[in-house]
Each structure stands twice: as structure tokens, then as C-alpha cells.
């Protein structure tokens, strides 16, 4: 996430360090819009900022200045889609596929940014690039380098009568994963190419569409 949030020099300067830790901690929700014939269109995602964080973003743009967690409608005005700048190459942390087929998403379209107890929350839309059949796809939101941890707490929604099963990730595994490849890895590389194991901690959305 902090490769699209240019402003945040000393959170981009923090070494990730030569464990998995994230840095920046999103509860995250996902809405997959289905049309009636069971084509998934697109996925409306939510993205609820940690308060530290949160605290951040307020500093560097200079918001907030009564610390009481708040902001006045002209602070939020110019708050608004200031996580939408997205630097070239960068993917949005959602993924989808279907029969382990990556679909592609277009780009970002801005639905919305509160303020709530100290906390950021946005709303954006990803529409697909080409409509697909929703029964089947998964999707996943994380950060391969594990920087930013996204959990999926702020709700699964969906349309077209579909159901959602959400996996939990197997932490056990997913260190384990970690350890190995770092211990794989020359020390004095660890900081720099640290292994992007961001998949292996994510939830697992997986959309079925039954008659």
C-alpha cells in the first residue's frame, strides 16, 4: 500500500525488518456486484485505516489540528480520494481469479472518504475489464510484501443472489513460509528483497452462484 501513498516519506523509509511484521494494518471490505445473469461486473472494496495510521495522514497534510480525531468539512473535502494515487505498476492489493486464471481489474474509481473516532475509511470501485462468470472467482486482498496487513472485518456483501465463503489464511503456515524463504536468503539481502509472502497471510473469497 505505501507505493501509492507518495506523501508518507517516513513510513516509506521503515525498514520491513527480517521478520514478516506489517507496518500498516487495513480491516477491509469487499462488495461484489453481480448482474442478474450471474456476470461479476465489478468489486466495490473498503479499506478502514489503523488510528496510527490514520494519525499519520493527518500530520503530513496537516489535518486534525485539535487532535480530537475529527475533521472539518473542509479538511475532508480535501481529503477525499487521497489513497486513489496509485504509482505505475502498482495493482491495488485485490486480486481476482477464476480456474487460476488472474482477471483483470480497471482503474480505481473513488466512491467515498469518513472520518470516524480518529479513523480513515475509503470506498472504491475496480470494474472489471471484461464481465466474468461470478460463480467460482476468488478473491484476495494483500500487499505481496506484507507491509500493509489487510483482514477481511468490514464485511462481505453481494448481489445477483451469490454467497461468499471466506477462508482464513493458515498462519501456522504462512510463517513457516516465511522462515524458509528467508533462511534461504544472504542476511544482507533480508532488508532489501525481503520475499513477498503477502498472499500466504491474505483471507480467501471465494463466490459461488448456484440456480
Request: glycine share 10%; aromatic share 10%.
Amino acid at each position: 500500500m505505501t507505493r501509492f501513498i507518495p506523501l508518507l516519506a517516513a513510513v516509506l523509509l521503515a525498514p520491513h525488518g527480517a521478520a514478516a511484521h506489517p507496518h500498516i494494518f487495513v480491516d477491509t471490505g469487499l462488495k461484489a456486484v453481480v448482474s442478474e445473469d450471474g456476470q461479476l461486473l465489478a468489486v466495490e472494496i473498503t479499506w478502514a485505516y489503523d488510528e496510527f495510521y490514520s494519525l499519520l495522514i493527518f500530520e503530513d497534510r496537516g489535518l486534525d489540528a485539535d487532535f480530537d480525531g475529527a475533521l472539518t468539512a473542509e479538511e475532508l473535502a480535501g481529503l477525499q480520494g487521497f489513497d486513489m494515487q496509485w504509482t505505475e505498476g502498482f495493482l491495488g492489493d485485490t486480486y481476482l481469479s477464476r480456474a487460476g486464471e488472474a482477471l483483470a481489474l480497471g482503474a480505481p474509481e473513488h466512491l467515498s472518504t469518513e472520518v470516524a473516532d480518529g479513523r480513515i475509511t475509503t470506498r472504491h470501485r475496480r470494474v472489471l475489464a471484461e464481465p466474468q462468470a461470478a460463480d467460482g472467482v476468488v478473491i484476495k486482498a494483500y500487499d505481496p510484501t506484507y507491509y500493509t496487513a489487510y483482514t477481511l472485518t468490514s464485511g462481505l456483501e453481494l448481489s445477483g443472489g451469490c454467497t461468499g465463503e471466506v477462508t482464513p489464511p493458515d498462519l501456522d503456515a504462512a510463517y513457516t513460509k516465511v522462515e524458509e524463504l528467508l533462511y534461504a536468503m544472504p542476511s544482507d539481502q533480508a532488508e532489501d528483497a525481503y520475499p513477498e509472502v503477502g498472499e500466504a497471510f491474505a483471507d480467501t473469497v471465494r463466490l459461488s452462484c448456484g440456480a
